[in-house]
């Protein structure tokens, strides 16, 4: 292998590696499933299967009855990182989580084959769109979102219970569900309620905590 040509697969490499881990960096700025490593990861081995698409078979050319397409290898990629991004999906709570960072790491693998192909200035717009998106996403999202929390809390009887749910939706709150137990002897005729609920994100949580204190006969035991 011609020097140049290493030098060449290194840039490529390396070029993959610092876009992959910008991506990777801001997911696991913000906590999510697949961060900086896997992001580098995904990146880094896209460009090397791309390299070995386009030149790992030169040696074969010219030979008898041998022919090849250099996008096979880079083809299997696309299908492949599906299974990568299958694992950072989740079902929780009847809410799908983990779509976003297995969006990301698709891209990723397209910004590495991008890099294993020598389109640099490609790549390097991608990623900036990622960063851009998923930058605004995190800011302005919170203002169209909802988010779904449990609060769990005791009730002395069930017209009081009927009266918090009321209120809850006066604020435009969603009640979801909630379960209820009773039992006499160890919360003294007092009932557990666990109630699910969804609101927008940039809404105060402190706003259930002071309406269930308006209720002599609710007791807030924790909201999650």
Request: glycine share 8%; net charge neutral; proline share 1%.
């Amino acid at each position: 292998m011609q020097l140049a040509m290493l030098w060449t697969f290194v840039t490529r490499l390396l070029a993959a590696m610092a876009m992959g881990a910008a991506i990777g960096f801001e997911r696991e700025y913000h906590a999510k499933e697949a961060g900086l490593r896997t992001h580098l990861l995904v990146a880094l081995g896209s460009c090397l299967f791309m390299i070995i698409s386009i030149y790992g078979f030169d040696f074969m050319l010219g030979r008898d009855h041998v022919s090849f397409d250099p996008s096979r290898i880079a083809s299997q990629v696309v299908t492949g990182i599906g299974f990568i991004g299958a694992g950072t999906i989740i079902l929780q709570k009847q809410a799908v989580r983990g779509l976003t960072t297995a969006a990301g790491l698709w891209v990723t693998a397209a910004i590495g084959l991008a890099c294993g192909n020598g389109m640099y200035l490609v790549a390097l717009i991608t990623t900036a769109v990622v960063l851009i998106s998923l930058g605004l996403i995190n800011v302005y999202m919170p203002y169209f979102s909802q988010k779904e929390h449990t609060i769990t809390f005791q009730v002395a009887d069930y017209q009081t219970l009927t009266e918090v749910l009321e209120n809850l939706r006066k604020e435009k709150i969603t009640v979801l569900n909630y379960e209820m137990h009773k039992d006499v002897e160890e919360n003294d005729g007092m009932m557990l309620v666990s109630l699910e609920i969804r609101m927008k994100r940039y809404d105060n949580i402190k706003g259930i905590s002071s309406i269930l204190k308006n209720f002599e006969k609710v007791e807030l035991i924790q909201i999650i």
